[in-house]
């Protein structure tokens, strides 16, 4: 030892000797007689090295490691400025703290770490039972703040049910049904997590809220992901609910489906179809597909085409056609009846007959089938040829006779008041037992603004 210690000496001499005489830097070289990791400290080493100052680094560390809990028992040696740390620790996070402390000291060239980590059982559970006791006394030091803190969330989230409650004035900021229960969660929410912010602070753990928001943010993200068709229906039920695009009962068609509206949800639109059937349509489909609302306007037109013989004066066949139309109960005056020449058939002349149906009076489909009937009638007793197609029937067996109730013109007498033409209900009933069947509630409302 001290040999090796006069050979560093003498090496160092050297080295201040060569730079007095030359004014160069000479790069320094160290020697190292074991496999041990050394830290260098700092950019450049002072010459004043003496034992004074090796005993004084070593107790300013001695009284750092006395002071730091579990470091009481490292071990510092010094030698020309170069720190060996020996002793051992229970902790490999203490290893390093001891090396950085030494590494901070002045006129510390080197620091050779060889603190060893303690695996002695019962060392080591004397710790852990060390840290559970200390750990047990800080929760019970705390328990009164604790105590505060869920008592403020409670009271909070008391608070928070109490101005959710208030129907007046949530139906005062937002009349629609969806709207109203969206801005009463959102009250709720914000009331609740102000109670829990206030919370931390009396814990003064605030820094949780970071970490707490990282991971939010994380789990929200990937659960957007997951549920995007569910969260793209719920903002569709948001528009939707705004801006209604038809109400209640209104007899629409929507991409491609059509029946009467039964209710909207906040997941999809449920319509009734003619036949009784339930159809649900995803809302985010409806916000996208094109909508033809029958009802939004009350009148509305029927057509119908009728083939007359190209022998015949086109004349007279419109102008019956037209006083049926015109004569008979549920078509309107305005807009008028019309009658036009379609298109020329191989063996007929297809007359185009429209008309106007006022929905809140009369029924559609039963207007539109009154005006065929009075029509046909119309022309078979004017004895205004209608031609049909001509077929070739080859009869195997003649002694079959044709029924004596085949259809003769003229036959049907009956006459427009035993047809009536009164809005069909039917569907109303069925949608009206449906709805007080049902719990869910229908986000659609009279009183919104319709598109």
């Not at 528009?239 to 109400?247: A, C, K």
């Not at 985010?284 to 190209?310: L, W």
Request: proline share 4%; aromatic share 6%.
């Amino acid at each position: 030892m001290i040999a090796t210690t006069r050979s560093r000496m003498f090496i160092v001499l050297a080295l201040f000797a060569s730079y007095a005489a030359f004014g160069q830097d000479i790069p320094i070289l160290q020697e190292q007689t074991d496999d041990a990791p050394v830290d260098v400290v700092g950019e450049s080493i002072s010459i004043e090295s003496n034992e004074q100052t090796d005993a004084a680094i070593r107790q300013r560390l001695l009284d750092i490691y006395a002071s730091i809990g579990g470091l009481g028992t490292v071990d510092p040696t010094v030698e020309s400025g170069v720190v060996t740390l020996g002793g051992t620790v229970t902790s490999s996070t203490l290893i390093d703290d001891a090396g950085q402390i030494a590494g901070r000291v002045v006129n510390v060239v080197a620091v050779d770490n060889r603190i060893e980590l303690n695996r002695q059982v019962k060392q080591r559970l004397g710790l852990a039972i060390d840290r559970l006791s200390g750990g047990f006394f800080d929760f019970v030091s705390m328990l009164p703040s604790i105590i505060v803190a869920l008592l403020v969330i409670f009271l909070s989230w008391l608070f928070a049910r109490f101005v959710a409650s208030r129907e007046k004035l949530f139906n005062r900021l937002a009349p629609n049904f969806f709207i109203r229960d969206l801005l009463r969660q959102l009250v709720k929410a914000i009331i609740v997590i102000a109670g829990i912010i206030f919370a931390l602070e009396i814990l003064d753990a605030t820094g949780l809220l970071g970490s707490i928001a990282g991971a939010l943010g994380i789990v929200g993200l990937a659960i957007g992901f997951a549920t995007r068709d569910t969260v793209e229906n719920y903002i569709a039920s948001i528009l939707l609910s705004l801006r209604q695009p038809f109400s209640p009962q209104d007899h629409v068609t929507i991409d491609g489906q059509e029946g009467i509206v039964v209710r909207l949800s906040s997941r999809a639109t449920i319509l009734m179809s003619m036949d009784g059937n339930h159809i649900r349509i995803p809302n985010s489909a409806v916000y996208k597909a094109m909508i033809v609302n029958y009802t939004q306007n009350p009148r509305r037109r029927f057509e119908f085409k009728v083939g007359v013989d190209t022998d015949l004066d086109l004349g007279q066949p419109r102008q019956i056609a037209l006083e049926c139309l015109r004569t008979m109960p549920g078509v309107v005056d305005d807009p008028a009846p019309r009658c036009l020449v379609h298109e020329l058939g191989d063996s007929s002349v297809i007359l185009l007959l429209q008309g106007w149906v006022d929905q809140r009076h009369a029924d559609f489909v039963k207007v539109r089938s009154e005006a065929l009937r009075l029509v046909k009638e119309a022309f078979d007793d004017a004895d205004i040829v209608m031609p049909e197609p001509i077929y070739n029937l080859n009869i195997r067996r003649s002694e079959k006779r044709i029924s004596s109730a085949a259809r003769r013109p003229g036959a049907a007498t009956a006459t427009l008041s035993e047809m009536e033409i009164a809005p069909d209900n039917t569907i109303a009933k069925q949608i009206a037992m449906d709805d007080s069947s049902r719990t869910e509630e229908n986000l659609l409302d009279q009183a919104a603004p319709e598109e």
